[in-house]
């Protein structure tokens, strides 16, 4: 028999799993307390269940937890996580601190479809796309690794979350929990690479979590270039959906954009932007990318960086650059877990 994820289902999915089962429904709260409060990583664990409850849960069920299975600590302080899944796939998370606390960098996919040109996650493809519960786990592995409390989570990790729409979904409902982590949506910032329907449907839920875009370029022939989704949502598509979530939710949307030498750094580029940007008061993020092996791409250097900022003020545009964290753990998104796996191919 197929196990269950238990610790995939939110506390509505487990009321019904209890029901289905003729159990109060006191009990699903106590399970999912034991899942998402007290992070229980066995049934055994949680003893104010019957010893029959348990052992039902143990033939039908199963934790999905990951496990860290390696970690990198930056000079700066940023710690990277590869995590096993059950099913010996690997994904990875980075802990950042700020002055506000620590925010959590998770993935929602292994590996991603979209295609990036800059980005190390995508270079494998997609294998799977987590559940709820997996992405949950990298959260509560991660802070009990680290000994304090994570306050802020960005879903910027490897994958991408509309690619995921119904686990990603069941996840915010998890980690918000006032009975689990209970961390805010305004303390979550979800990032796509501009799947319309997704935005779109997002819009719809009124969450209140920060919707963060990868624009990454201000048109249509050089985002082609690095983002392949581009040519199925092209920039004013994106836009447009964009300004409709604005309308719909009153949050701000916030931009990403990566900073590449010589491909979207010109002034020009920034004259472009500005005019994507016009009355939104939308905010943009800069930022200098880590360099990844296999991309054709490097970092625009501080003083082009910097420039452009300034004739993005210039403008009207909201801009800060974003501060490059953890680059001596190679913390650019799917790295360490291709270089485990080229060492596994050297050394099975």
Known sequence: ??????????????????????????????????????????????????????????????????????????????????????????????????????????????GCRMGCRFCASTQ???????????????????????????????????????????????????????????????????????VIPGIERLAKEHLGLTLSVSLHAPNDTLRSGMMPINLKYPVADLMAACRAYQKETGRRVSFEYSMVQGVNDSDACAVQLSRLMKGMGAHVNLIPINPVDGSPYSSADAARIAAFQKKLALLGVNATIRRRLGADISAACGQLRKEVQTEMKKHP
């Open 1 to 110: 028999m197929c196990k269950v994820s238990l610790s995939a289902m939110t506390k509505e999915e487990l009321k019904a799993f209890a029901e289905a089962r003729g159990w109060p429904a006191f009990r699903a709260k106590q399970i999912f307390s034991w899942l998402h409060q007290k992070r229980a990583a066995a049934f055994a664990e949680m003893t104010n269940l019957p010893r029959a409850m348990q052992e039902e849960l143990e033939r039908a069920c199963r934790i999905d937890f990951p496990a860290i299975a390696r970690k990198q600590v930056s000079k700066d302080g940023t710690v990277k996580y590869l995590f096993r899944l059950f099913d010996e796939n690997s994904v990875e998370s980075v802990v950042m601190k700020y002055s506000y606390g620590y925010t959590i960098c998770v993935s929602s996919q292994v």
């Open 124 to 194: 494998g493809g997609l294998v799977r796309s987590l559940n709820a519960g997996e992405i949950a786990g990298q959260v509560y592995a991660a802070q009990k690794d680290i000994g304090e409390r994570i306050s802020h989570i960005v879903m910027m990790g490897m994958g991408e979350p509309f690619d995921n729409y119904d686990e990603v979904r069941k996840f915010l409902a998890i980690i918000s929990d006032d009975e689990g982590l209970n961390i805010g949506m305004r303390n979550i910032s979800l990032s796509t690479c501009g």
